[in-house]
């Protein structure tokens, strides 16, 4: 085995979007756990989950706060993003109406983006209607998933989609991974197919 397979590089994740759609929630759920009354952020706050599939890495899920009293520190998260994920609420049209907003913050402060659009609280009575998260995901050339972190639907197809991202990443950057990347590209073939169908669009 060579030394570089064991190499570890940690990949950062930034959840955005209006207080109250849910990033924390979901970024706890990326760990397994759920709060029912949780706390509105206050500056910026991370997780880290290790991902050991070759080559190993770890990934930091970075939940901002969406209170505009606390979002001054939130471009130089930005900055430092890998993957940035905009979250909405599906039962709240004011969040919707406010992703033009993050994702310009997002333009703003980090060149060749890499969003996702999450229409959360899909549990919840639906406001807006799955083609218009559909459709601003596609103006904007985001990947598109609607989930509910409170009820845990399709919290592990947002997670395993942001994984295979960065594996796709590591494969391009660090091209004397091929073998192993196509190792994991083929054992996930199935389970991609899969994650497509709740994927509206990437
Ligand atoms: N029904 C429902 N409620 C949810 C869901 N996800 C989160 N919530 C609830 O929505 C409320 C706000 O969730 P948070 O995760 O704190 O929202 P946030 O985006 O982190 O908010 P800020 O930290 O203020 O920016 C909490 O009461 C959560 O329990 C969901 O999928 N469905
Ligand atoms: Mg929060």
């Known amino acids: 085995m ?31 756990k759920f709060k029912k009354n949780t706390e509105s952020t206050i ?8 991902v050991s599939e070759n080559p190993p890495c770890d990934i930091q899920f970075w939940d901002t706060a969406g209170q505009e009293r606390f979002c001054a520190l939130n471009p130089m998260y930005i900055r430092d993003s890998d993957i940035q994920v905009v979250v909405y609420d599906i039962s ?26 999450v229409g959360n609280k899909i549990d919840q009575k639906r ?19 609607e989930i509910s972190a409170m009820k845990n639907l399709y919290v592990d197809e947002l997670i395993h989609h942001i994984i ?4 796709k990443w590591e494969y391009i950057q660090n091209n004397h991974f ?16 899969e994650i497509k169908s709740y994927l509206l669009y990437c």
């Open 2 to 32: 060579s030394l570089s397979l064991s190499k570890k590089i940690v990949w950062k994740v930034i959840f955005v979007g209006d207080s109250g759609v849910g990033k924390t929630s979901i970024v706890l759920r990326s760990m397994g």
């Open 43 to 50: 500056g910026v706050d991370y997780v880290t989950r290790h």
């Open 92 to 117: 709240n049209i004011q969040s919707f109406q406010n992703i033009s907003f993050w994702i310009e913050e997002i333009q703003k402060y980090r060149l060749e983006p890499r969003m996702i659009l």
């Open 127 to 145: 406001k807006i209607q799955q083609e218009q998260g559909s459709d601003i995901a596609k103006m904007y050339g985001m990947d598109f998933i």
């Open 164 to 167: 295979q991202l960065i594996k």
């Open 178 to 193: 091929v073998s192993n990347v196509d190792l994991v590209e083929k054992t996930t073939s199935n389970k991609k197919r």
